[in-house]
Structure formats: structure tokens, C-alpha cells
């Protein structure tokens, strides 16, 4: 049988190992959260820097669908910046 103080140290290394668990659980999903705000703002920068290239090369008279194809974006994206 235990003894008290020995059944108390338990109970709170059990909490303590609970506690911890939970905290390492959050600092994974924080984590995990930081990769996929990165990634989505890498995404965000090629896409304005496509769009950046396509008005330029629009300004410069190249057709439509050969600004398409440079920039790799859809017709109806590179329609939409004419006049911008």
C-alpha cells in the first residue's frame, strides 16, 4: 500500500505528465499552423508575381494567349488585368 505522500506525488506526476501532453499537443498543431500560413503566403506571392509579369507583358502588346501560356495562368485571369 501506498503512502500518502507518495499516492499525492503521483496524483500530481500524473497531472503534471497530462498537462504536458496537452501542451506539447497544442505547440504540434501551432506548429502545423505556421507551415500552412507559409505555404499559403508563398502561393500568394507566385500568384502576384504572375499577375505582375502578365500586366507587364499585356502593356507590351503580347497577345492574351501567349501571356497565358508564359505566365501559366488561365485566359480569364489574364482577360481580367486588361486596362489595369
Do not use: H
Request: glycine share 10%.
Amino acid at each position: 500500500m501506498m503512502s500518502s505522500d507518495a499516492k499525492t506525488l503521483a496524483e500530481y506526476l500524473s497531472r503534471l505528465k497530462q498537462e504536458n501532453d496537452i501542451i506539447n499537443g497544442q505547440m504540434v498543431k501551432y506548429n502545423e499552423g505556421l507551415v500552412k500560413g507559409e505555404e499559403i503566403g508563398k502561393e500568394i506571392g507566385r500568384k502576384q508575381n504572375a499577375l505582375e509579369i502578365a500586366r507587364n507583358l499585356l502593356n507590351r502588346n503580347l497577345a492574351i494567349g501567349e501571356v497565358s501560356q508564359i505566365v501559366g495562368l488561365p485566359l480569364a485571369e489574364i482577360e481580367g488585368l486588361r486596362g489595369f
